[in-house]
């Protein structure tokens, strides 16, 4: 059984910055990749970023493109993602995911409220 438990959500204004942590725990395999999605109210969840599983490749929705960083350490089972400029349409619910050989699996979700 693997676990995801995401951290670091929160209000924030515009143009400020919030670093989103990711730990995952139980089964872990050493080809993982992990990614972060987000769900806005009323909207489906959609991709925002991902990072294999030594880092050497890393996507991102055009949206957070040059804003967001995803980055993970292995010797600590954590991923993350350091969100900068934030906008209002980057409120959302966001969600780690733990691409697996056996599965994809998904933590709980934190709250990042962007106010103007």
């Known amino acids: 059984q693997v676990t995801l438990v995401e951290s670091g959500g929160g209000k924030v204004q515009v143009g400020g910055s919030l670093r989103l942590s990711c730990v995952v725990s139980g089964y872990t395999d050493s080809v993982a990749a992990m990614a972060w999605f987000r769900q806005a109210p009323g909207k489906e969840r959609e991709f925002v970023s991902g990072?294999?599983?030594?880092?050497?490749?890393?996507d991102y929705a055009p949206s957070v493109k040059g804003r967001f960083i995803v980055s993970r350490d292995n010797a600590k089972y954590t991923a993350y993602l350091q969100m900068n400029s934030l906008k209002l349409e980057d409120t959302a619910v966001y969600y780690c995911a733990y691409v697996a050989t056996v599965g994809k699996y998904w933590g709980q979700g934190t709250q990042v409220t962007v106010s103007s």
């Open positions: 990072i294999s599983y030594h880092g050497g490749y890393t």
